[in-house]
């Protein structure tokens, strides 16, 4: 599958099969994708603890809040990706310039992930909304959360949706002609 065909069938999944278990080789293809991910200086700022079982039900509970992400308990794994320290030279950068590289990189990480996940056959949904303090404390972590993904199999009938974006004319232009 190419990275164009990934990007049109990438989709937040908000109906997974509960059923269905994540095999472990196409879980371990999708941490390799993060892995793999650039950061400033190399320095991949962040940790993934994946979840499964009762700690990815106790993590769902946690992003689900105001009657959202109540999808996430039907999801088999759960990935938690709190903040890790820059190193040296990116903290120096990012003091330097006022660019947070952190957010950025994690960012990116999770747009690896996500595209390894639907390369894999699997859905997964970004979540931004959770419980920073009660997900520390399932998944034992002293760092701040900066975002949780869901991964499972697509429930049946859960359709590609036709993808709402801006038109390139909005995004883009060229300079230099």
């Known amino acids: 599958m190419d990275f164009t065909t990934i990007a049109q069938q990438r989709q937040s999944c ?14 371990q293809a999708i941490l ?19 979840c499964k079982g009762k700690a990815a039900k106790q993590v769902a509970a946690a992003a689900a809040g105001m009657d959202l ?33 952190r957010s950025i990189d994690i ?17 997964s949904c970004i979540l931004g909304w959770f419980d920073d303090g ?5 998944c034992g972590l002293n760092t701040p959360v900066r975002l949780v993904i869901t991964l499972g ?8 949706r036709v993808k709402k974006r801006k038109e390139m004319s909005k995004l883009v232009h060229e300079i230099g002609k």
């Open 14 to 27: 908000r109906k997974y099969d509960p059923l269905r278990p994540v095999e472990e080789e196409k879980l």
């Open 32 to 50: 390799e994708a993060g892995r793999l991910a650039p950061s400033a200086c190399n320095g991949q700022p962040y940790h993934i603890t994946v």
């Open 69 to 101: 992400n109540q999808f996430a308990a039907q999801a088999p794994v759960i990935l938690v990706i709190s903040e890790q320290p820059y190193v040296a030279s990116a903290a120096l950068g990012a003091k330097l310039k006022g660019n947070d590289y």
């Open 107 to 123: 960012g990116i990480a999770a747009a690896y992930l996500t595209a390894e996940a639907t390369a894999q056959g699997l859905g």
């Open 134 to 138: 009660k997900i520390r404390a399932i």
């Open 153 to 160: 199999y697509a429930a049946a009938g859960d359709v590609l």
